[in-house]
């Protein structure tokens, strides 16, 4: 069956440091890969895209990955300020279809 | 920024009573989506609409489900006789603008209606 997997620990990080999170998917094929920021009680909030013949995507303090042989997703965000506490969550979409897949998110704590 | 707006926030219904959910989409969007979100799961996706109508719908989309697309500007979930399990967030997504149409493009959401079935 098809799965997206996302760490469900918390990650608790020091203000400064990188975060990074990891999207693992199987029986997948996706063309592109979208992260983006939940808040509680709030929408997802877009971040990144990523399209399946692009290694690597950057936005300020944000790096996404992209490994197609590996079926995974690396989400960075250098520099780490408490304002970036959320949950982060990945999510995939097949080739010719808007149909996104989530993931089920991964929940960022950064400690001043 | 445009944004996509959602009304109401929370919308509390009393089991087998008829819902209508309420979206304002990004004004130059041509895709648009529901999701829904159960209380500590993953987002889901519902139903996709294009073109006036259903592109893509999920097995969750069944026929209690009804979307609309009254006027230029809103896009409404319909959901008849509620059940207890349709308690959830339900948010709505637009994406694709003329120039830069079809698939790969970012999908936008709302911050929700909850909704609440008693």
């Known amino acids: 069956s098809q799965k997206i997997e996302q760490n469900s620990e918390a990650l608790n990080i020091q203000e400064g440091k990188t975060a990074t999170l990891t999207c693992n998917y199987t029986n997948y094929s996706p063309a592109y890969l979208q992260w983006y920021r939940q808040d509680p009680g709030r929408g997802p909030v877009f971040l990144l895209l990523?399209?399946?013949?692009?290694k690597e995507k950057r936005k300020e303090r944000l790096k996404v990955t992209f490994d197609t042989t590996l079926k995974q997703s690396l989400f960075h965000i250098t520099a780490s300020q408490p304002a970036d506490s959320a949950t982060y969550l990945c999510?995939?979409?097949?080739?010719?279809?808007?149909?996104?897949?989530f993931g089920k998110g991964n929940q960022v704590v950064v400690i001043p | 920024e445009p944004e996509v707006t959602q009304t109401p926030s929370h919308q509390v219904t009393q089991m087998g009573q008829e819902v209508i959910l309420r979206c304002v989409p990004i004004?130059?969007?041509?895709?648009f989506y529901w999701y829904r979100q159960i209380l500590g799961q993953k987002v889901e996706f519902l139903v996709s609409f294009y073109n006036n109508e259903i592109s893509e719908k999920s097995e969750i989309f069944d026929d209690q489900f009804s979307v609309e697309r009254p006027d230029g500007s809103n896009f409404t979930l319909k959901i008849r006789s509620t059940k207890l399990e349709d308690s959830a967030m339900y948010f709505c997504?637009?994406?694709?603008?003329?120039?830069?149409?079809?698939?790969?493009?970012?999908?936008?959401f709302g911050d929700g209606t909850r909704l609440s079935i008693l």
């Open positions: 997504a637009s994406s694709g603008t003329i120039t830069a149409a079809g698939s790969n493009q970012p999908q936008h």
């Open positions: 004004s130059n969007h041509l895709y």
């Open positions: 990523i399209r399946e013949n692009e």
């Open positions: 999510a995939l979409a097949a080739y010719g279809n808007n149909r996104l897949a």
